[in-house]
């Protein structure tokens, strides 16, 4: 590559369990010698998405070329965060061929979008494309709108509409800002809810923007990296809930860290956790847990009250077996009682 070349850089986007992290680890596992950089920003400080990404990109990205940013949200932190990590990658002895850009599930694309138009970057870097990440089943199921057909011809009657749900902000928002829309965990979904689906978001977007269902984030490399948008040349064409400087609201959202104790029963856990996230309206509960008498730990991954869970290493040798979940909800999440049914 020629160093005076801009490199692409994809924005990964996507509500909170949408598939984010899945999909660029499939991206990573077919880049096929392509040589890549992950800036991955999480909300909540247990970086769980950065170790699976870790433990999967040594050969796609060599060192310093995964940059963890926890406990924030880009959106916000662009000046204070996005552009030290940036110079950080365009400082390493071999320059990435391409970047990706996991933002946290509660972020907004825009104003990130928006910082590549600043003069120190728009030289070097170009928006490649914004690939929003949707968890089909939790759309269908009414999650970000109580109905999401009555939304939609809301919208059509009225552009202008205020909204005073922040999760369907947020997700509009993303979808706002998409090139490509991926609708993962089809397989959740039956043909008719999938074509609603769709009809859903087409009704949403303000442009033609590509559109694809998959299982587990499969998705072509070719067709994520590649779009050649130039995003920050089309900021115009990407309208947002929230266009007034410093107007996104994280206390609209809140997190914090259990620690569990070992677990002789991984499904019974798995059971008890979907119950907890159920009573109490959790959004997302993710971590590591200790599984008594196994060598490696335990990746829990919940999207409501929906739960999956996998070995994903061994136990470090120096390394405390120490079980933390982070719990993410909205304003007002019963912290107390949630920590209780965990037994934290």
Not at 103 to 114: E, F, H, Q, R, W
Not at 121 to 136: Q, Y
Not at 311 to 317: E, S, V
Request: aromatic share 4%; charged share 25%.
């Amino acid at each position: 590559m020629s160093p005076y070349a801009k490199i692409p850089v994809t924005i990964v986007t996507g509500f909170l369990g949408a598939g984010k992290t899945t999909l660029i680890r499939h991206l990573i596992a077919a880049a096929h010698g392509r040589r890549l950089a992950l800036i991955i920003n999480e909300f909540g400080d247990v970086g769980v998405d950065g170790e699976i990404l870790k433990a999967c990109g040594a050969d796609a990205c060599g060192p310093g070329a995964i940059v963890e940013l926890a406990n924030g949200c880009l959106c916000c932190t662009v000046a204070d965060d996005f552009i030290p990590a940036i110079e950080a990658l365009l400082a390493l002895p071999e320059r990435p061929e391409h970047i990706i850009v996991e933002t946290s599930g509660l972020a907004l694309p825009k104003p990130l979008i928006k910082a590549f138009d600043w003069p120190a970057i728009r030289t070097r870097l170009t928006v490649d494309g914004v690939v929003a990440v949707v968890d089909g089943r939790a759309v269908a199921d009414g999650r970000f709108a109580d109905d999401p057909a009555a939304s939609a011809a809301q919208r059509a009657a009225d552009g202008a509409i205020d909204h005073d749900n922040p999760l369907e902000e947020v997700y509009e928002d993303q979808l706002l800002a998409a090139d490509l829309v991926v609708v993962n965990k089809v397989d959740l979904l039956d043909a008719t809810e999938l074509a609603g689906l769709e009809a859903t978001i087409r009704a949403i977007l303000p442009r033609a923007v590509k559109f694809v269902g998959v299982t587990e984030g499969r998705v072509d490399p070719a067709v994520a990296l590649g779009l050649t948008a130039a995003a920050e040349d089309d900021l115009a064409a990407r309208p947002s809930h929230h266009e007034v400087e410093g107007d996104h609201d994280h206390d609209d959202f809140e997190s914090f860290v259990v620690e569990i104790a070992a677990t002789s029963d991984p499904e019974a856990l798995t059971a008890k956790l979907g119950a907890i996230a159920a009573d109490h309206d959790v959004l997302r509960i993710k971590g590591f847990v200790d599984v008594a008498g196994k060598a490696m730990r335990l990746l829990v991954q919940g999207v409501g009250s929906r739960f999956r869970t996998g070995y994903d290493r061994p136990w470090g040798a120096d390394e405390a077996r120490r079980g933390r979940l982070v719990v993410i909800g909205r304003k007002g999440l019963d912290r107390v009682a949630v920590t209780a049914a965990l037994g934290g």
